[in-house]
């Protein structure tokens, strides 16, 4: 989506915001692509889902 930091090639255009997703525990979180940065975390990730070691009931 259009907004955050501007891009350094074409500051006149809107920068961009990702929504990315952690391939480990799900979490989903805003990034400001241009100004590397997070914005906001939408949906706290579970630590459970991303430790290998732990076992299935």
């Known amino acids: 989506m259009d907004g955050g930091t501007p891009s350094p090639w074409r500051p ?4 961009r915001i990702l929504d ?3 391939g ?3 979490a989903l979180f805003r990034w400001d692509y241009f100004g590397s940065r997070l ?3 939408v949906k706290e990730g579970d630590p459970a889902a991303a430790d290998p070691l732990k076992a299935d009931d």
Do not use: S
């Open 20 to 22: 990315l997703r952690c």
């Open 12 to 15: 006149e255009q809107p920068g």
């Open 39 to 41: 914005i906001e975390i």
């Open 24 to 26: 480990a525990c799900w």
